[in-house]
């Protein structure tokens, strides 16, 4: 098993987090390998070289889960780069929403590392074209969204200033700030989405496109979708005043969105998002800014260790 850490996680946290969990890993698994990549092409590179130990474990935020996958990841099969490698992770994150729900942790922290109860989940992929004219694909297991969600993770990871001060001292009230901040000086996006026999024109608070009912830490939806239906949840926040925006984000923290008036929801295996202009599109609370991209499920694509 390779378990490849991010201590930075978290705002800085991460690394007082694992030293327990260490510990009690290695009296599990006695062969353990703990790499810790300077940078995230370290991490790739960490990562392609360790195909052969056959469990991949991310140990880290969302965000690592995210660089792990698409690591493992290649674009020329939409398959893993071997067929024997399994996907782990230990969350040291401030959302840690791909163990959600949670049923097994370690100290405390969340992890998936039984590789022998591993079952296959779908992966999403995004093929994008970039603002200046290229093409790009990247994977994901959780989420995407357009919109506000995604204009908050933006201004969440480039926080700078008070934000940034709140950041390295409480996450879940940065976040909280972050948010406010971004309904405040929120405008709705136009966007035209295109699924297999259904177009949406509408201007749009925010749009999701999910694997995952968890998302933004605490926020979830009531949508039907599994990790290995197939398909994705659709889920379109209409354009509204700021306070029924909040109303709806209130709502989430609960768990409810499909009895909301601002709620359409749709599912399907492929959705293209087309905003007027360039925009951030979140994957797995990554960013990427877009002028357009198509999202389609691989369906049981990757193998995940069980909780």
Same mark, same amino acid.
């Given at each position: 098993m390779l378990v490849v850490l991010n201590p930075r996680s978290n705002a800085g946290t991460a690394l007082a987090k694992w030293q327990p969990v260490e510990r009690e890993l290695r @009296?599990?698994?006695p062969g353990l390998v703990v790499e810790t990549p300077t940078d995230p092409q370290a991490a !790739?590179?960490? !990562?392609? &070289? &360790? @195909? #052969?130990? &056959?469990t991949i474990v991310a140990a880290g935020g969302d965000g690592m889960v995210n660089l792990v996958l698409n690591a493992i990841m290649d674009p020329e099969t939409d398959r893993p780069r071997s067929e024997r490698i399994v996907l782990g992770g230990i969350g040291l994150g401030s959302s840690n929403d791909f163990h959600k729900p949670m049923s097994t942790n370690v100290g405390g922290v969340p992890v998936r590392i039984d590789a022998e109860r591993a079952a296959p989940i779908d992966v999403g992929k995004a093929t994008m074209l970039l603002p200046d004219g290229t093409r790009? !694909?990247?994977?994901f297991l959780l989420n995407a969204s357009m919109g506000l969600v995604a204009a908050g993770n933006h201004s969440f990871n480039q926080a700078r200033g008070a934000i940034g001060w709140l950041k390295s001292r409480n996450v879940s009230v940065a976040i909280a700030a972050t948010a406010l901040w971004n309904i405040a000086t929120h405008s709705p996006l136009t966007l035209r989405l295109h699924g297999t026999d259904w177009t949406h024109t509408a201007p749009v608070t925010n749009v999701g496109v999910l694997k995952s009912v968890h998302f933004a830490g605490g926020m979830r939806y009531d949508t039907p979708v599994t990790k290995a239906d197939g398909m994705f949840d659709v889920n379109i926040w209409a354009a509204a005043p700021r306070l029924r925006i909040l109303g709806l984000i209130a709502g989430l923290y609960r768990g409810r969105f499909t009895g909301s008036p601002l709620a359409t929801c749709l599912r399907d295996t492929a959705v293209e998002l087309r905003p007027a202009n360039p925009a951030p599109l979140e994957l797995d609370?990554?960013?990427?800014? !877009?002028e357009s991209a198509r999202l389609q499920v691989l369906p049981r694509a990757l193998r995940v260790? #069980? #909780?």
């Open positions: @009296l599990r698994h !790739v590179e960490l !990562v392609r &070289g &360790g @195909l #052969a130990t &056959g790009t !694909v990247r994977y609370g990554e960013i990427t800014i !877009v260790c #069980a #909780a």
